[in-house]
């Protein structure tokens, strides 16, 4: 069994910068795809960014483009978000989520990953 647990949430200025973990225990991350998800209260999941096993392949949202990096380090089992310029809209609870099927291509659909997270809570102050 896969248990993923992010870290590095917190409270920032508008403007400011976080990273989250994103550790896992129970299996080696590095076959499989990576994934971060946010969800705003009452509403679905949202796509942020994913991350190919072999990083080649690095997807993002259309607002998390150019602000947002995603990348992971194998050997420590851990993905990372690395965010940037963050403003109010981006306060949600971020989750980090990994995949059964290994060598495949990163999905952008929350539907596509098998493990989830708890979650981190982002708060941007304006």
């Known amino acids: 069994q896969v248990q993923l647990v992010e870290s590095g949430g917190g409270l920032v200025q508008a403007g400011g910068s976080l990273r989250l973990s994103c550790s896992a225990s129970?299996?080696?991350?590095?076959?499989?795809?990576m994934g971060w998800f946010r969800q705003y209260p009452g509403k679905e999941r949202e796509f942020v960014a994913a991350?190919?096993?072999?990083?080649?392949?690095?997807y993002y949202g259309d607002s998390m483009k150019g602000r947002f990096t995603i990348s992971r380090d194998n050997a420590k089992n851990t993905v990372y978000l690395q965010m940037n310029n963050l403003q109010a809209e981006d306060t949600a609870i971020y989750y980090c989520?990994?995949?059964?099927?290994?060598?495949?291509?990163?999905?952008?659909?929350?539907?596509?990953?098998?493990?989830w997270g708890q979650g981190t809570q982002v708060t941007v102050s304006s």
């Open positions: 989520a990994t995949t059964l099927k290994a060598y495949g291509n990163p999905s952008v659909a929350k539907g596509d990953y098998d493990y």
């Open positions: 129970g299996r080696a991350l590095s076959p499989y795809s």
């Open positions: 991350i190919s096993w072999n990083d080649v392949a690095r």
